[in-house]
Structures are given as C-alpha cells and as structure tokens.
Nanobody, 114 residues
Framework: QVQFVESGGGSVHPGGSLRLSCATS????????MRWYRQAPGKEREFVGT????????DYADSVKGRFTISRDNAKKTVYLQMNSRKPEDTAVYYC???????WGQGTQVTVSS
C-alpha cells in the first residue's frame, strides 16, 4: 500500500525557515519522481516542486523558486522541502506524492504570520 507521511510543519514568522519531511512506503522510492504540493484555505491544490529520480535535478513553481529547495534520501525513502524566506502566502497544507500521483497523505500544516 502506497503511503506518504508528511511532517515538520508549524508556525513561523515571515522570513523564517522550516524543513518538511515526507516519509514514504509501499513503492520503489528511488525510481520515482517526487513532487511537493500545497493547498491554501479556499484554494485548489497547487504544484510546489519536483525531485527527479536518479539525479539531483529539481524544478519549482515560480512562486517559490529561489526560496524553497527539494532534496531526497533514497536510502530513507524520504523527500524533503527546505523552506526559506517564508511569506504569508506560503501558508497552506503541504503534501508530497509520486509523479504521477498515486495517493495522498494527511499533509502538514504550515502557517506564516507575524
């Protein structure tokens, strides 16, 4: 059974940093592209960034480019999202999944406010 368990969310002030983790199970992590998404209150879920398999190549939504960094640990079957220079508009529930999406975890809430 494919599972995603996101963690590391919380409340931070604007400009602060946070690192999210997504532990996975039920599939061969190393061969899959992994993607982060987020969903703000009252909005649709949106793409944040991708970690491509077998490489350190990543891509990002324009709204987070230069501030967020995705990394992965194939041995731990975990993907990470380092969030720097946080803005209030980054407030959302953050999710990870494979590409294409197979399932969703419960997400982790991130709140940016002063």
């Amino acid at each position: 059974q494919v599972q995603f368990v996101e963690s590391g969310g919380g409340s931070v002030h604007p400009g602060g940093s946070l690192r999210l983790s997504c532990a996975t199970s039920g599939f061969t992590f190393s061969v899959n592209h992994m993607r982060w998404y987020r969903q703000a209150p009252g909005k649709e879920r949106e793409f944040v960034g991708t970690s491509f398999n077998f490489s350190s190549v990543t891509d990002y939504a324009d709204s987070v480019k230069g501030r967020f960094t995705i990394s992965r640990d194939n041995a731990k079957k975990t993907v990470y999202l380092q969030m720097n220079s946080r803005k209030p508009e980054d407030t959302a529930v953050y999710y990870c999944s494979t590409v294409p999406t197979r399932a969703w975890g419960q997400g982790t809430q991130v709140t940016v406010s002063s």
